[in-house]
């Protein structure tokens, strides 16, 4: 199972009712469906991991109405937030929230077939073992042709690229030695052997960096 993560990891307070918000979520929503908008399929189902407070898959589900997302959370309290903020959006393209551990090996086994997977703001948050269970289970639950969108702060050939980077990731690190940034070499690497059959690096706002692999 995965670890209580650091307080400083993942910013939410309570908002009305059971919904939680996260400003970093509503400040990279834009950016990330602009993303999903050159990358992502038109149709089909979407899988989004560790989906949060909620708020990234109520813009996805009304940007991309082509597509059925289904939200996933291992974290009851973030679980109730999504379909806090579910209910209020009414939108028939979005699904109900699921467990799921991603840290598992055997997670993708329930959730497979997808022509999309999503993975926002977690790999720092996890140890690399677990993170590569993430990743390989994200590739493993595409269908041919499907394409794994990975999102999040990650070093640059082994170095953190900002003052910044290098204080979250030492906050991360103190609270917990197992985690923290994993470097770009290292997270194509894990892509490859899982069997993605192409890889493409973009660039995001605030340092941050996009794996876009196709299975």
């Known amino acids: 199972m995965m670890k209580k993560l650091p307080a400083t990891a993942s910013v939410a307070t309570p908002a009305s009712g059971a919904k939680l918000h996260a400003p970093a979520a509503e400040r990279n929503a834009q950016a990330l469906g602009d993303l999903l908008h050159d990358h992502a399929p038109k149709t089909g189902h979407a899988l989004e991991i560790a989906s949060g407070t909620g708020q990234h898959i109520i813009h996805f589900a009304q940007r991309f109405p082509g597509l059925i997302w289904h ?76 394409r794994f969108v990975l999102y999040g702060p990650f070093k640059r050939n082994g170095a953190l690229i900002s003052d910044g980077d290098a204080r979250f990731h030492h906050q991360l690190s103190t609270a917990n030695p197992d985690i ?12 490859t052997s899982a069997g993605a059959t192409s890889v493409t690096r973009v660039e995001m706002p605030a340092n941050n960096l996009a794996f876009i692999a196709e299975v």
């Open 71 to 146: 939200p996933s959370e291992v974290d009851a309290e973030r679980i109730a937030s999504i379909s806090a903020y579910a209910r209020e959006a009414r939108l028939p393209n979005l699904r109900t929230p699921r467990h799921l551990d991603v840290t598992r090996a055997d997670w993708a086994d329930a959730v497979g077939g997808k022509q999309l997977v999503v993975l926002i703001n977690l790999l720092h948050l996890i140890d690399d073992a677990a993170a590569q269970m993430a990743v390989a289970g994200a590739l493993a639950a595409l269908v041919p042709g499907g």
């Open 180 to 191: 923290g940034y994993k470097n770009d070499a290292d997270v194509e690497r894990w892509l």
